[in-house]
């Protein structure tokens, strides 16, 4: 089954920008789709289709994909942005196939 | 509000059973494939099981296949998944989620419900 790699940890600053990697074969060609988690609430989509923002998420989000790397970058990050975010692709087997997840820190 | 809600998990001996529902409300709940996805504490999301529209339709995890059924009744807008057979490593927190045709990414999300599985 097709592997998705990430980063465990990502820290920065207060109002400078994180970036998030999620690695993978020919990622590129796929579509990855990113979520963030929070304990205790429900997980929320931020990014789909490698770049596009659902409604109601900050144009602070951003996301790019090519070659065998998929980035979500976060601008002006917040203490509201700590989350665990994982990236998602659909492969065959499993149907969805996530990273491994980010603990993003803003400190 | 487009809202899904789990419900029906706890504490379950090995070998045992549990049916989670996930309730949903505000959409047009048979247009949509639905997952569910769970989180072994500490750990990271897996992938479950997958249902169609009509309910036609199911695949599953190696990891569940054979022990877990999914299922929904759209009359109740209420997706299932029938667990047996439960063993430790199906410890976990369970979501459901609304899969969005064709790119196939999880667009709405329950807060999950959690299943121990231990004697």
């Known amino acids: 089954s097709f592997e998705l790699t990430q980063p465990l940890s990502v820290s920065v600053a207060p109002g400078q920008t994180a970036r998030i990697i999620c690695e993978g074969n020919n990622i590129g060609d796929k579509n990855v789709h990113w979520y963030q988690l929070k304990p205790g609430q429900a997980p929320v989509l931020v990014i789909y289709r490698d770049d596009r923002r659902p409604s109601g998420i900050p144009e602070r989000f951003s996301g790019s994909n090519s070659g065998n790397t998929a980035t979500l970058t976060i601008s002006r990050a917040q203490g509201g942005d700590e989350a665990d975010y994982y990236c998602q692709v659909w492969d065959i087997n499993p149907t969805a196939v996530f990273g491994g997840g980010t603990k993003l820190t803003v400190l | 509000e487009v809202q899904l809600v789990e419900s029906g998990g706890g504490l379950v001996q090995p070998g045992g059973s549990r049916r989670l529902s996930c309730a949903a409300s505000?959409?047009?709940?048979?247009?949509?494939?639905m997952y569910w996805v769970r989180q072994a504490s500490g750990k990271g999301l897996i992938w479950v099981s997958r249902i169609s529209g009509d309910g036609g339709a199911t695949s599953y995890a190696d990891s569940v296949k054979g022990r877990f059924t999914i299922s929904r009744d759209n009359a109740k807008n209420t997706l299932y998944l029938e667990m047996n057979s439960l063993r430790a490593e199906d410890t976990a927190l369970y979501f459901c989620?609304?899969?969005?045709?064709?790119?196939?990414?999880?667009?709405?999300w329950g807060k999950g419900t959690t299943v121990t599985v231990s004697s």
């Open positions: 505000g959409f047009s709940f048979s247009d949509h494939w």
């Open positions: 989620a609304r899969v969005q045709a064709y790119y196939y990414y999880m667009d709405v």
